[in-house]
């Protein structure tokens, strides 16, 4: 796997050769070793770690759906009272991150109405904050700690 622009950390891998896998602390399973579960794991890493975000109201696979189509948020965090207050969206190192990506997320926003947006391809990170009241987003310069969201 390659580099990315995320903190390593000690990571529990598994598996064999041809079908790698990787512990996802929120799930407390092995998974496949993806592309982008590599950028997922190093990204839940660095907000649990280095952004002091607790991994108690995180969740990982989050299945949505909008009439008969079905959908699967990356990640979502949670508040103390359960109700979403970010998604996170990931993608593989090598996938550009387009207006698609950020049309994705924003379809997984209609039914969640989250406060934050997040999206990372593990080498650029893009996080944006909602307005509601004034029907736009803000985006952020960096990611922000925990206790300021």
């Known amino acids: ?8 950390f000690q990571m529990k891998l598994s598996g064999t050769q041809d079908k790698p ?13 993806t592309p982008e579960e590599w950028v997922r794991q190093h990204f839940i890493h660095y907000l649990t770690e280095h952004k002091g975000y607790p991994h108690a109201l995180m ?8 009439g008969t189509k079905k959908l699967r948020a990356d990640s979502v965090l949670y508040d103390t009272h359960l109700h ?4 996170i969206e990931y993608k593989a ?5 387009t207006q698609k990506v950020f049309d994705q997320i ?9 406060d934050y947006l997040i999206i990372s391809n593990g080498l650029s990170h893009y996080c944006c904050k909602m307005d ?6 803000l985006f ?3 990611i922000p700690e925990y206790h300021n969201i």
């Open 59 to 66: 969740m990982n696979e989050v299945n949505l759906s909008i």
């Open 140 to 142: 952020l310069k960096e």
């Open 93 to 97: 190192p090598t996938v550009q991150i």
């Open 1 to 8: 796997m390659i580099s990315l622009n995320l903190p390593s």
């Open 132 to 137: 509601y009241l004034h029907q736009k987003y």
């Open 21 to 33: 896998t990787i512990f996802d602390i929120l799930r407390k399973k092995y998974v496949a070793l």
């Open 84 to 87: 979403p207050r970010m998604i």
């Open 106 to 114: 924003s379809a997984y926003n209609l039914l969640l109405k989250v």
